[in-house]
């Protein structure tokens, strides 16, 4: 696991409290900025596992040309 998919999970997660939060209370704003948060979060741990991917696939390669 690397640190944009740690981060992007932890952003995800604070969003989803904080859209939360924003539908229980009735501030659309703060809903809206939660799920913003959500959103980047997710953009952010998708492009942590897209490295690792490309990552495992580097070393397997090399490994097949050893």
């Not at 992007?8 to 939360?20: D, H, L, P």
């Not at 924003?22 to 942590?48: R, W, Y």
């Amino acid at each position: 696991m690397n640190k944009d998919q740690i981060e992007g999970r932890v952003e995800a997660a604070k969003g989803k409290i904080k859209e939360a939060t924003g539908v229980l209370i009735g501030d659309k704003k703060f809903e809206t900025e939660g799920e913003a948060q959500k959103n980047v979060g997710k953009i952010q741990a998708g492009l942590g596992d897209i490295k690792e991917e490309i990552k495992d696939e580097i070393k397997k390669e090399l490994k097949e040309d050893s």
